[in-house]
Each structure stands twice: as structure tokens, then as C-alpha cells.
């Protein structure tokens, strides 16, 4: 029996992965042996590093796209269904307040592989991300990170928006 792991993406998230194989698939493929075809124009293959260069890209792509068609594959996509707008989960926006620090933050819940948290996205695997799924708003909970136990409440819950 096969062990499968699924990865959870908000329907943006998804949709990410499948833009970029489409790229790589296409404009970028194209791109990479035109780049290919030239190195290969230059000839003396024994020092040419024109063509090193385009074989080492060439490579690069083939491995993004191998890795994006796994990803794609054991994507599990959390629809708008899913999302209760009282009750964070992934795709939930979720306005913190910080007990620790006495200030207010806002984070947007989403998978593992479309956290940016410089950008307010955190993944529900993350220490505040996971302290906070299930949650409502009222509710007080202790993020374990790296650098101690943190200390939230729940001001605000809702879905995240769609970035245009």
C-alpha cells in the first residue's frame, strides 16, 4: 500500500504551482534550447561554457518541473467550502493580538509551500500557525517557537482574500 503524502494549498497557492509548470513547460523550455541551440553554434564543445551554462539551466528546469509535477500531484486543495469565516483554518486571514509585545499582527493561514511570512503568510505547520487552526475569535493560545512560548489572543478571523 502506498504511503501518500499530501500536501494542503489554498486554491491561490495551487494555482501558483500550476502557473509556474506552465512557464517552465513552455515559454522557458523554449527559451532553454534557443539558449542550447547557440552555445552549440559557437562550437569547440571542449571549452565552451556558453553551453555548460545552457545545459546546467536546462537541467535546473527539468528538476523544477519534475519536482512542481509531485507537488501538483499530492496537492490536496482547500476549497471555499472548507473555510468557516469564525474558525481559522488554512485560507483564514487572522488578526493576533500579542500579549508578549502588546501590538496587533495579522497573518494570512496558508500551506507549507506558500508560507512568505515576510509577506504575513504563515503555514499552518509553523508555531503560530498551528496554535491558531481550529481557533475562534475570543480565544487565548500559546505559540511554542524557537526563541520561547508566545502569547496570543484572537481578535479577528476571516478568509483570506485573492491577490489580484
Known amino acids: ?30 527559451e532553454v534550447k534557443r539558449n542550447l541551440a547557440y552555445a552549440r553554434s559557437l562550437g569547440d564543445f571542449s571549452e565552451n561554457s556558453e553551453l555548460d551554462a545552457a545545459k546546467d539551466e536546462q537541467g535546473q528546469v527539468a528538476a523544477r518541473i519534475a519536482e512542481l509535477e509531485e507537488l501538483i500531484k499530492n496537492a490536496e486543495i482547500i476549497t471555499e467550502s472548507e473555510i468557516k469565516d469564525d474558525v481559522v483554518n488554512l485560507g483564514s486571514t487572522v488578526k493576533l493580538y500579542d500579549c508578549d509585545f502588546d ?10 509551500n506558500e508560507a512568505d511570512p515576510m509577506n504575513g503568510k504563515i503555514s499552518d505547520r509553523s508555531p503560530i500557525g498551528a496554535a491558531v487552526i481550529g481557533k475562534t475569535v475570543g480565544d487565548e493560545v500559546i505559540a511554542t517557537t524557537p526563541g520561547g512560548e508566545l502569547k496570543f489572543k484572537i481578535l479577528a478571523v476571516g478568509r483570506t482574500k485573492a491577490a489580484n
Do not use: C, F, H, P
Open 1 to 30: 500500500m502506498e504511503n501518500k503524502k499530501t500536501t494542503k494549498y489554498t486554491t491561490e497557492g495551487y494555482q501558483a504551482l500550476v502557473d509556474e509548470i506552465t512557464y517552465l513547460k513552455g515559454e522557458k523550455t523554449e
Open 103 to 112: 501590538e496587533e499582527i495579522e497573518y494570512s493561514i496558508v500551506g507549507t
